[in-house]
Structure formats: structure tokens, C-alpha cells
């Protein structure tokens, strides 16, 4: 006798702000992984200082494109829908606890619960994400003042370093024509642990990003209920009621 398939029926799981998020997030790390990696081996590749400054100049701007990004994803976590909310995200309280136990008890089993929102294990990798990515920015935005005099710290930093703070607005990066030699020095010292910290998230990043990809190819075939596509539409597939479609997140109302 042949199986039927089970019927799926269409669950709404993200709103337009995540999916939107999600997307620009993914282009802006592309690009400033492709000019980063570029800046790096600028020697190598022969890349003249003009050319260097022209490449820091665009990762700067696509820094700033992702820096605003993330803020309003961040901001959006307060005030969101349910599953967009930093309380259905963040691996906390007692509600997180006991969704780990169901999901780590149906996975031994073989036989996993479907979570419309992040599933427990996600959430610690979302969480991840969101750090990482959160110290990549302010970072990156403290090295494009120290670099380029770029906002939102350039003015600052050409302030520091000028001969004549006066005449800040008229430095020019990697031109010490009128840079006090002193200044100019204890500001690299100050930019030291920052483009350190920059560097190694950037490798933490990669790492953090293979992981997510892992876990969301691995999803996609274990449960098949559109978790890919659901980024673009929204919408996610089950068979099974999701646990979480009637639970409440803390501060929420109901479902009716």
C-alpha cells in the first residue's frame, strides 16, 4: 500500500523588516569580506596607495550600509513581530530551557518538533551571529576614523593628530604633511587592539557563518519545511503543528 504524503499547510514565520535584514545583511558581508580580504593582500597584489585608499574607501561605505542595517534589525528585536523579538531569539529563561529539552528529546528520537520561529539550537548560533557581527561594526566604525578620518569618530581623530586642530578637516589619509608625529602615534597605538579585534572577528565570522550554513542545509533536508525559501517569502511548511505557534514570548499577548 503506498503512503500518502502528508498534506503541509503554511505558517507565517518572518516578517518583511527580518527578511529584508537578512538579505542586505547577506550582500554587505559578501562585499566587505571580498574588499577585506583584497585590503589584506594589497601588497601582494600590488595595489598602489591611491588604489588601498580607494578600497578602504568602499569597504567604509558598505561598513555603513551594514552598520545601519544591523541597527535597525537590532532596534526592530524591541518592537517587532513574535519571532522577530530579542525574547524569542536570545537563549534565556525558563520558556528557552524547556523548548532545548523538547527539541534534544525529539532529536534523539529521530523525530524532532517543528519551531516556527529559531528551533533552540538556531538561537544560540543567532545569538553568536548578532554578537559578532555587532563588534564587527563598531569596530570597523572606530577604524574608519583612524584610517580615512571618516564619521562618526573621524573628525575626532584628525583632531588628535592635526599640527593645527584647527585645520583638522584638511588631513588627508596617509598624507603626514600636517600631522604632529607625537599624536599621530599614540593614535596608532589607540587603533592597535581595534584592528586586532577587527581581524580576528573577521575569522571568527567565517567560521560562525559555515556553522549557520551547516545547520540551515542540514534543516532544509532533515525537515524540509522551507526554511530557505521562507527568508524570501516568509513563510515556513509543516505537516505537524509548530510548539511555538501558540506559545506566548514574554511581554506578548496571545494568539487568538
Not at 530551557?97 to 534523539?108: D, S, T
Not at 571568527?204 to 550554513?213: K, P
Not at 525537515?223 to 511555538?244: H, I, N
Amino acid at each position: 500500500m503506498t503512503e500518502k504524503p502528508e498534506t503541509k499547510m503554511a505558517y507565517h514565520a518572518w516578517d518583511p523588516i527580518v527578511r529584508l535584514f537578512h538579505w542586505t545583511n547577506v550582500v554587505c558581508v559578501l562585499g566587505l569580506m571580498a574588499v577585506g580580504i583584497t585590503i589584506l593582500n594589497a601588497k601582494t597584489l600590488g595595489v598602489s596607495t591611491e588604489g588601498k585608499i580607494l578600497l578602504k574607501t568602499v569597504h567604509v561605505y558598505i561598513g555603513y550600509v551594514f552598520a545601519v542595517n544591523l541597527s535597525i534589525r537590532l532596534l526592530w528585536g524591541f518592537v517587532g513581530g513574535k519571532f522577530a523579538r530579542w525574547r524569542a531569539i536570545l537563549p534565556l529563561g525558563g520558556r528557552y530551557i524547556h523548548a532545548l529539552g523538547l527539541f534534544l528529546k525529539g532529536a534523539k528520537a529521530d523525530h524532532p518538533p517543528h519551531f516556527l520561529g529559531h528551533n533552540p539550537i538556531a538561537r544560540l548560533m543567532v545569538t553568536l551571529l548578532f554578537i559578532l557581527l555587532s563588534a564587527q561594526a563598531v569596530t570597523g566604525l572606530v577604524l574608519a576614523g583612524t584610517d580615512l578620518y571618516y564619521p562618526p569618530f573621524g573628525h575626532q581623530i584628525a583632531t588628535w593628530v592635526a599640527q593645527d586642530p584647527a585645520q583638522a578637516d584638511q588631513l588627508k589619509p596617509y598624507d603626514k604633511t600636517q600631522v604632529n608625529a607625537d599624536n599621530y602615534k599614540d593614535m596608532r597605538d589607540f587603533r592597535k587592539p581595534y584592528i586586532n579585534l577587527h581581524f580576528w572577528i573577521f575569522y571568527t565570522l567565517l567560521g560562525a557563518i559555515f556553522l549557520h550554513l551547516m545547520g540551515v542545509i542540514y534543516s532544509e533536508f532533515k525537515e524540509r519545511c522551507g526554511l530557505v525559501s521562507a527568508m524570501f517569502t516568509g513563510e515556513k511548511y509543516f505537516a505537524r503543528k509548530p510548539v511555538d505557534l501558540n506559545t506566548t514570548v514574554e511581554g506578548d499577548e496571545p494568539n487568538t
